[in-house]
């Protein structure tokens, strides 16, 4: 996606701001948690809703962390939600969204759909087949799903998106630095039975 320069406004910096600050006085107590260009960010999804892309305005984080994009989603009138693997990080981002007063729900569980035939490497543990948690939707429901992966996790995440959202969605993939990709989903992919 080409860079979108928006003007952040200020209740957004400030929400930032304070995200950022909770967020560096968590670090380091759950391996593997890296957060992302959060403005970078919120530029992609301004842009997303200018557009008219996505066929709705129905978005999931997978694997949401603190649930800062879901949170920005959210201010950007994204009806947002986000699930997570780490209970105590499903734990921290309600309480980041109920300070700003978002209206952001948060699942303690794995966005993998049960019986989804590739299972993800054991070295990712946000990528657990565990399905502890009750989401509401199911990932055909979704308009736009947003993730960061790691270099490894890229072609899973992208092999659930294709055989599990529905045709017209979009995954945005975050990747470091300022890169963000977009992906639409244009037609349907036989699931495997299994």
Known sequence: MPAYDAV???EVRAFLHEANRRIERFHGRIPGFVPCDFEGAY????????????PGNLLCEWGSGF??????????????SGIEIERELVGAAYKLAA?????????????????????????FAWLSMDT?????LAPDDLDIVFAYPWPDEERFICDLFERHCAVGAVLVTYHGGEVFRLRRKMASRAVPRA
Do not use: Q, T, W
């Not at 530029?43 to 008219?52: F, R």
């Open 8 to 10: 952040v406004p200020r």
């Open 43 to 54: 530029n992609v999804l301004k842009a997303l809703a200018e557009s008219g892309v996505a």
């Open 67 to 80: 649930g800062v994009v879901a949170c920005l989603a959210a201010m950007l009138e994204f009806d947002a």
């Open 99 to 123: 300070a700003f007063e978002l209206p952001v729900e948060y699942i303690c569980g794995s966005f993998i759909p049960p019986g989804h035939a590739a299972e993800p490497s054991d070295e």
């Open 132 to 136: 502890s948690g009750d989401m509401d």
